[in-house]
């Protein structure tokens, strides 16, 4: 079965330090490989999404992702982070792209919180 | 512009009453899910339809009902057997190549 694992709960940086957001995955197929955002009482905004080539992807919002298969991790990144960022961040993991939808199992997100 | 439209924002039941949350998409796609968001957690499917008049049961299916007559629209009924709707609901929709699901805004359901 496929799972998604994002061991901090909570996490406070200051503004304008470095972030990094942990995701392992469990699926048994090349996966593929989403971090989405919320903010307070709305929906899920899609950050990058991750199938094949290179491994290190850039999002919006001047997120990135790596992802590492010998590691079965996605952590998220962002060099400088802004007042803006504070929110929950969700990693997901699904099948190949094809034509039978996109069925994606969710992480139980991190909330993420920002010092002035 | 395209997206997902979930109406209303914010519902209230009574206890013993069915109510409807709504989900509209125009992005075309033939995909649409329900998703259940509890306080502190992720995000768990109710039910999915992969096109139209065809759906299947998701993770906590039980006390909820849907029904997939036009592309466009997957309503889904929060029934009286469903003992503890409170929660943050989600719609989303994905295309037939299988891309990623795009978000409505969610309904926030409370019991009176």
Redesign the interface.
């Known amino acids: 079965a496929q799972s998604v694992t994002q061991p901090d709960i909570h996490i406070t940086v200051s503004e304008g330090a470095s972030l990094e957001l942990r995701c392992n995955y469990s699926y048994g197929a090349t996966p593929y490989l989403f971090w989405y955002v919320q903010s307070p009482g709305q929906g899920l905004q899609l950050l990058l999404k991750y199938f094949s080539g290179d491994t290190l992807v850039q999002g919006i919002k001047g997120f990135e992702a790596e992802f590492k298969r010998s590691q079965s991790s996605f952590n998220l990144r962002k060099p400088s982070v802004h007042w803006s960022d504070a929110a929950e961040y969700f990693c997901a993991v699904g099948p190949p792209p094809s034509n039978a939808g996109n069925m994606l199992t969710f992480g139980g997100g991190t909330r993420l919180m920002v010092k002035p | 512009d395209g997206g997902?439209t979930?109406s209303p924002k914010y519902l209230f039941r009574k206890e013993g009453q069915n109510v409807t949350l709504s989900c509209e998409q125009n992005l075309n796609h033939?995909?649409m899910y329900w998703y259940r968001q509890d306080p502190?957690?992720?995000?768990r499917?109710i039910y999915?339809s992969?096109i139209v008049n065809d759906f299947q049961k998701g993770d906590i299916a039980e006390g909820y009902s849907v029904s997939r007559e036009k592309k466009e629209s997957f309503p889904l009924t929060v029934t009286s057997a469903q003992k503890n709707p409170t929660a943050?609901y989600?719609c989303?929709s994905?295309g037939?190549?299988?891309?990623?699901?795009?978000?409505?805004?969610?309904t926030?359901l409370s019991i009176l």
């Open positions: 997902i979930q033939d995909a502190g957690q992720g995000l499917l999915y992969q943050f989600l989303a994905s037939q190549s299988g891309g990623p699901q795009h978000f409505g805004d969610g926030r």
